[in-house]
């Protein structure tokens, strides 16, 4: 975000509902952090000012817990359980319905989202790296899928450099983080007074335009940039950044499955909250009368049982093999669909796993001994 610093602006911390203002005088929903059951969740801002001030979230394999952050800032909290896939991608949703008229014919008819414009503020750097995988599968050339599409053009993205990552951050070995750098309509960076804000598009830039910034001082573009690399720097957790696939896929054998399995309760929450993750079901749901149904697609997870059921037989029939597949799709054969992993180091799955699995001590076993063998 600091590439063309003769274009960053400086927002006063007393003009973020500023911000929020234009974005809803624009016809945006806006959506920003709030607190729900005792996390950070996006949610619809009621007003400009809604959004609250000095949370942090302390996080570690299996625990999150909100705190105090003593410099009362706005983004000083490093990410919540959602990212922006179920603005996205929904987690449940009709594709299709069919009927059946009068002379008894089917008529088939697509059910398309009624989707608003929709802003969300405090995307993070990882966030945008996921939503650029999701776009990658969701909008494939010539393939592209009308529901994803409709709300994804729609949505307008405000991003905030993470200045205190979680100890269970990962995105600074994954490349995709701590500071935006692609794929936002504006990215801004906290500092104690206000915000270094540049914008990413055109659409990010009419709206810092009509907010009649100040150019921001060097000083203020070094302090923000630091701030990027001291959160980097601060992050203890990481994968290795070399490419995991013949590492992880010559090793289906390793005992390191068994013993995960013994932890893993098959619960999903690791595909429900990673951001990159786009399995789904279909299922059909016909009218008593039995004169339509509704086909409709929900979230699913190679955790579940039905998920590796083929005709017959079940490919994944034990833990062992649904964990494997999760984490051997995520970072080995993801490579061959995407040209990259499918982690981008939010570090979500290890906070919110209840039995604390941490894939970068799973990796860390499986490679460790790989290599040695
Ligand atoms: S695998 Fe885990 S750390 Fe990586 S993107 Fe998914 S939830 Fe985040
Ligand atoms: S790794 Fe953790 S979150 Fe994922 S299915 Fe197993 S127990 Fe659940």
Redesign the pocket.
Known sequence: MFSRPEDAGFLPVAQLASLVAKLIALGYRCLGPGVEQGAIVMRELDTPDAIPRGLQAEQAPGRYRLTRDPHNRYFAWANGPQAIKPLAFAPTESLWRVERDTAGALRFCAVLPETPLQAIIGVRA?DLA?LALQDAHFLREGRADAHYAERRERLFLVAVQCAEPAATC?CASTGDGPTPTTGYDIALAELADGFVAVAGSAKGAAVLNDLNLSPATLQQIETAQKQGEDAAAAQTRSLPSRNLRDALMSRLEHPRWDEVATRCLACGN?VA????CFCHAETDEPALDGQSSEHARIWDSCFGEAHGHLHGFNVRPDIRSRYRQWLTH?LATWHDQFGRSG????????AWCPAGID?TEEVAALTDQCSAS
């Open positions: 990882c996921a990962l690791c909250v990673c951001p990159t995520k982690c981008v180091g939010c570090g979500r799955c290890i894939l």
